[in-house]
């Protein structure tokens, strides 16, 4: 199985702030022949399932906002909010889709500051 | 646009068989992959398995030997059984969508507490 580690496991940020939650995966995510990166991240709200904010590492899901950005490649990924929202308060995880188990990272809490 | 809904028993006493079926409403399951996916309170995401609309399936080898996930096409519903729950498989049993092949989940099920307990 492709383990997904997430760092920090929590994280409080001043409004307006920059964000910044990383992801390691134990084996690369990079599939060589299409150059696309296996990774997604989702944002998930008290009571509400997980919802999708990008996927192939770095594409915005329709109607996310820009302030949120995925980068990285091969084992190790960043998810970016460049200005926190009050909104933004909720726990982010990535996930891997390479390989079945497809796996997720534990999560990181993101609140205010 | 595409909905999908979870449904089945919020309560299941240990040894028996946990029973969920997903609708999906809005589209149709046909050309996509289709997985169940669980949440133990306060804690993080296991992906259980998918199925696809022809009914190929992949199930997640820690739980393989208990898992049955299943496709009605003319329903436009998938189900999961699982069998000889303990109290572990207290969780939010979460629906999804595949939204390729393969992809990152686009569409999920607002999910249903299903609580082992005698």
């Known amino acids: 199985d492709i383990v997904m580690t997430q760092s920090p496991d929590s994280l409080a940020v001043s409004l307006g702030e920059r964000a910044t939650i990383n992801c390691k995966s134990s084996?690369?995510?990079?599939?060589?022949?299409?150059?696309?990166?296996?990774l997604a991240w989702y944002q998930q709200k008290p009571g509400q399932p997980p919802k999708v904010l990008i996927y192939?590492?770095?594409t915005r899901e329709s109607g996310v906002p820009d302030r949120f950005s995925g980068s990285g490649s091969g084992t190790d990924f960043t998810l970016t909010i460049s200005s926190l929202q009050a909104e933004d308060v909720a726990v982010y995880y990535c996930?891997?889709?390479?390989?079945?188990?497809?796996?997720f990272g534990q999560g990181t809490k993101l609140e205010i500051k | 646009q595409v909905q999908l809904q979870e449904s089945g028993p919020g309560l299941v006493k240990p040894s028996e068989t946990l029973s969920l079926t997903c609708t999906v409403s809005?589209?149709?399951?046909?050309?996509?992959?289709w997985s169940w996916i669980r949440q133990p309170p306060g804690k993080g995401l296991e992906w259980i398995g998918y199925?696809?609309?022809?009914?190929?399936?992949n199930y997640n080898p820690s739980l393989k030997s208990r898992i049955t996930i299943s496709v009605d096409t003319s329903k436009n519903q998938f189900s999961l059984k699982l069998s000889s729950v303990t109290a572990a498989d207290t969780a939010i049993y979460y629906c999804?969508?595949?939204?390729?092949?393969?992809?990152?989940?686009?569409?999920w099920g607002q999910g249903t507490m299903v609580t082992v307990s005698s």
């Open positions: 809005g589209g149709s399951i046909s050309s996509y992959y």
């Open positions: 999804a969508r595949e939204g390729g092949s393969p992809h990152a989940f686009d569409i």
């Open positions: 199925i696809f609309y022809i009914g190929t399936t």
């Open positions: 192939w590492a770095s």
């Open positions: 084996q690369s995510v990079l599939y060589s022949s299409s150059n696309k990166n296996y």
């Open positions: 996930q891997q889709y390479y390989s079945t188990p497809y796996t």
